[in-house]
T-cell receptor
Framework: EPEVTQTPSHQVTQMGQEVILRCVPI?????FYWYRQILGQKVEFLVS????????KSEIFDDQFSVERPDGSNFTLKIRSTKLEDSAMYFC????????????FGPGTRLTVT | AQSVTQLGSHVSVSEGALVLLRCNYS??????LFWYVQYPNQGLQLLLK??????LVKGINGFEAEFKKSETSFHLTKPSAHMSDAAEYFC?????????????FGAGTRLFVKA
């Protein structure tokens, strides 16, 4: 069964450093998403991406965040200058068509900022 | 705006007992509703979804949920709890837009199953 994959599973970085979290969505999917979950809290929407541009973003997704689909398979989330409060689990998701109603989530990348 | 409220951050049941996890939603448009399960240190697994078809939705692992528009509820049930059901459960509501979906999650309910 096709699945969304994410690398790395765990990333440790120092405050102020840039990190790139990588995702490989399901191959025939057209819509891509990032969510985050701070430890012990609920999952929060960050951004959706379609047709090579951001289609919607939350207030969390400020100028330090960016997303990119650098090739036909990867979807990345870049955090330019990490802060302690960026420590969280980041989930990538993809969906086939807007009408399929289901987003498929990856296993997550745990980001720890020290 | 859409929102989801899960009643009870922790629920404890005995093995074999009924599981009932409560979820109420708020949505200005017909909602797409979901239940996800998260096991420790793992990702989100879809249990079931409601997308305006049958109001009683059956999912994996014996779970089901009933959409009640009059009560704006989408409670998750399972007739008989198993030890392996111990996990965090998230109710979610999705809004469709031209660029995909935006899913809003509830705060989660941790299910404990006692032997």
């Amino acid at each position: 069964e096709p699945e969304v994959t994410q690398t790395p599973s765990h990333q440790v970085t120092q405050m102020g450093q840039e990190v790139i979290l990588r995702c490989v969505p399901i191959s025939n999917h057209l819509y891509f998403y990032w969510y985050r979950q701070i430890l012990g809290q609920k999952v929060e929407f960050l951004v959706s991406f379609y047709n090579n541009e951001i289609s919607e973003k939350s207030e969390i997704f400020d100028d330090q965040f960016s997303v990119e689909r650098p090739d036909g398979s990867n979807f990345t989330l870049k955090i330019r200058s990490t802060k302690l409060e960026d420590s969280a689990m980041y989930f990538c998701a993809s969906s086939e068509l807007a009408g399929s109603y289901e987003q498929y989530f990856g296993p997550g990348t745990r980001l720890t900022v020290t | 705006a859409q929102s989801v409220t899960q009643l009870g951050s922790h629920v404890s049941v005995s093995e074999g007992a009924l599981v009932l996890l409560r979820c109420n939603y708020s949505s200005s448009v017909p909602p797409y509703l979901f239940w996800y399960v998260q096991y420790p240190n793992q990702g989100l697994q879809l249990l079931l979804k409601y997308t305006s078809a049958a109001t009683l939705v059956k999912g994996i692992n014996g779970f089901e949920a009933e959409f009640k528009k009059s009560e704006t509820s989408f409670h998750l049930t399972k007739p008989s709890a198993h030890m392996s059901d111990a996990a965090e459960y998230f109710c979610a509501v999705s809004r469709r837009h031209t660029g995909g979906f935006k899913t809003i999650f509830g705060a989660g309910t941790r299910l404990f199953v006692k032997a």
